[in-house]
Nanobody, 119 residues
C-alpha cells in the first residue's frame, strides 16, 4: 500500500505561481510512473503531467510551458511547479503513483489539494 500526501495548494492571483508536493511512503523511483491529475467542478478528471521511472515526461497541452513536473528520489517526493496560473487552472489536484504489480500495476491516489486562481 503506497501512501501519498499532497501539499502546496491554495489561493493565488492570475499570473502567480504555486508548487505542489506529493510525498510518497515508498520509493518514487520504483514506481512505473507518478503524476498529477486535476478535476474542476462539473468536469472530468484530466491528466496534467506525469513522469515515468525512466524520467520521460508527458504533460497536457493546456499546461505546456507553464507547469513543470519533477522528482526528488532522495526525498521520495514529486513536485508540480505551476507558473503563469490562470483561472481555468482552478481545480482539485490529485497526485497518483503506479506501483508495479506483475503483470500490471496498482494505482494509488493522494487525497487531493485545492488550487484556486482568482483575483
Amino acid at each position: 500500500q503506497v501512501q501519498l500526501v499532497e501539499s502546496g495548494g491554495g489561493l493565488v492571483q492570475p499570473g502567480g505561481s504555486l508548487r505542489l508536493s506529493c510525498a510518497s511512503s515508498e520509493s518514487v523511483f520504483s514506481m512505473n510512473a507518478m503524476g498529477w491529475y486535476r478535476q474542476a467542478p462539473g468536469k472530468e478528471r484530466e491528466l496534467v503531467a506525469r513522469i515515468t521511472r525512466g524520467g520521460s515526461i508527458d504533460s497536457a497541452a493546456s499546461v505546456k510551458g507553464r507547469f513543470t513536473i519533477s522528482r526528488d528520489n532522495a526525498k521520495n517526493t514529486v513536485y508540480l511547479q505551476m507558473n503563469s496560473l490562470k483561472p481555468e487552472d482552478t481545480a482539485v489536484y490529485y497526485c497518483y503513483a503506479d506501483s508495479p504489480s506483475f503483470p500490471t500495476y496498482n494505482r494509488y491516489w493522494g487525497q487531493g489539494t485545492q488550487v484556486t486562481v482568482s483575483s
